[in-house]
């Protein structure tokens, strides 16, 4: 039932507790190991922080490019940006993507990618043929400022048709964050993040295909296991399987 | 089933998901994809367990419908007759028919009545004569607890006053951190993962303050996905030995294969 050579699309260095990276690949690893996953794509660091410093955004990159460095086979890296620091952020896409090793950003909740800082980042990551990361939530009683919706990307989305962005989550109410999503093809859904709900992996195949929905977890916040659990236990074909487990994201980045 | 084969031990057919055999069926789709080779089997397709007891006459329908299923599948599904305990003699002689008869393996109690009643001892009492094992539902309600719902604790009184009878304390009360230290002080109760979300820590615990051969895996399919339920085995921090004895060898001996 396990299948080796999966490729977790979403995870965060939060395992250690504030441990070295080192550490914190150590306690990884394991699980990793034990439920197939061949492959992680890190973001952000061992504290969220909404409203990331330049310090803190360099943290977070440097300790994630440690890790990549002391794994290099295990994990590949999304730099974290906070685009209301546009400056930085352009800097920060030279140092950690045009310069290696990271082959994507992360956006999380420090500004709405509806915001015009959001497309000049875009037209640089889409110069790079670097993928785009961004979180998207529809909370039940309205986002946090600064936090974008699956809506909010879908409009980012068809500005930069030539960029690729996975939609992380979903927007976590899912019924809805599918259908938002749905017209944009440059848009994939990540599984990460919530309890395996009955439905979500067959939903987004039947609305989106299976070549635009891609397994994460967000661990260490979420096991691989209950995530796993998502696509292991769908109503769908191995060959769909296959694509979300790991195809899709060879295909993303280029392996 | 194959030596290693994963064992759920907790199974229902459910109104929501068509007949006994529709059901039956979608249980062994699910079962198939993740490796599941046997199920333990209880309850049938009636609804009004929700709303009030249940007669005797709908004990034996219930019943009536896991044989039809086990008839067609033997070697997939493991039955647990469904008891009313407040229908004591009629209870004793489903035991007889059902169980010492065969082909069910165990006996399913739910919340007719709180378990730590005295009409529960000639039941558990039998069980153990006949070696059959007790899956009894727990829950530990915050609120709004069906009729004679049982708190792991009024199991663990059973237990102890049949300590040759094993008990399956099925989803060790909802709220596992409470249920696991309620049952300790009873080896003869084993702890059912079933229901509920693949929270970080319950099989652990579990493990840690029962020890592994005290846990088994169930998933209470369809209320729950077999995935989500073998997700807290597949992800808990316990070495593999453990999750295959937690997955398949307690049942194997509980269950005399």
């Avoid at chain 1, 952020?89 to 909740?109: A, H, N, T, Y």
């Amino acid at each position: 039932m396990i299948e080796p050579g999966t490729i977790d699309c979403h995870i965060h260095p939060t395992s250690a507790k504030g441990g070295p990276p080192a550490a914190c690949a150590d306690e990884l690893l394991p699980f990793a190991d034990r439920m197939g996953i061949a492959l992680m794509g890190t973001s952000l660091g061992p504290t969220f922080w909404q409203q990331p410093t330049r310090a803190q955004i360099t943290a977070d990159n440097d300790f994630n490019a440690e890790l990549i460095a002391r794994h290099p086979d295990r994990f590949f890296g999304y730099a974290n940006l906070n685009p209301n620091d546009l400056r930085f952020s352009l800097d920060e896409i030279e140092r950690r993507v045009v310069d290696g090793p990271f082959v994507g950003i992360k956006l999380w909740v420090a500004l709405c990618c509806d915001h015009p800082n959001v497309d000049v980042i875009c037209e640089r990551a889409d110069e790079l043929g670097a993928l785009i990361l961004q979180h998207t939530f529809f909370r039940a009683g309205g986002n946090m400022p600064g936090e974008s919706s699956p809506a909010d990307l879908a409009a980012l989305a068809a500005r930069h048709p030539e960029v690729t962005f996975i939609g992380a989550h979903a927007g976590l109410d899912w019924e809805r964050g599918i259908r938002a999503v749905a017209p944009r093809p440059n848009i994939l859904v990540d599984t990460c993040g919530f309890d395996p709900e009955l439905g979500y992996t067959e939903m987004a195949v039947a609305w989106l295909g299976a070549e635009r929905v891609a397994y994460g977890s967000d661990a260490a916040g979420r096991s691989f296991a209950s995530q796993l659990a998502k696509v292991y236990g769908a109503d769908l074909d191995d060959d769909a399987k296959a694509l979300i487990l790991h195809g899709n994201m060879r295909r993303v980045l280029g392996l | 089933m194959s030596a290693s084969g994963i064992i759920d031990c907790h199974v229902h057919l459910h109104h929501n998901w068509g007949d006994r055999f529709a059901c039956a069926e979608l249980l062994l789709r699910g079962a198939d994809r993740m490796g599941v080779e046997l199920m333990c089997l209880s309850m049938g397709v009636r609804r009004e367990i929700y709303t009030r007891p249940t007669t005797v006459e709908e004990m034996h329908q219930h019943n009536d419908e896991v044989a039809q299923v086990i008839a067609r599948w033997p070697d997939r599904f493991a039955g647990m007759c469904y008891l009313t305990p407040r229908f004591l003699p009629q209870s004793l002689a489903e035991i007889e028919r059902r169980v010492a008869h065969g082909p069910f393996r165990g006996i399913k109690l739910l919340w007719d009545m709180y378990c730590d009643r005295p009409n529960l001892d000639p039941i558990a009492a039998r069980a153990g004569e006949l070696g059959a094992p007790i899956q009894q539902h727990t829950w530990i309600k915050a609120i709004a607890e069906h009729r004679c719902e049982s708190e792991p604790w009024r199991l663990a009184a059973l237990a102890r006053r049949n300590p040759d009878t094993t008990f399956l304390a099925a989803h060790t009360g909802g709220n596992w951190e409470l249920g696991i230290r309620q049952v300790i002080d009873a080896p003869n109760i084993l702890a059912d993962i079933c229901g509920g979300d693949p929270e970080m820590g319950y099989v652990e615990m579990a493990a840690r303050m029962l020890g592994t051969e005290r846990v088994v895996y169930g998933s209470d399919a369809p209320g729950r996905s077999f995935a989500s339920q073998l997700a807290k085995v597949h992800g808990a921090d316990v070495p593999d030995a453990d999750q295959q004895q937690i997955l398949s060898a307690t049942m194997r001996r509980v269950l005399d294969l």
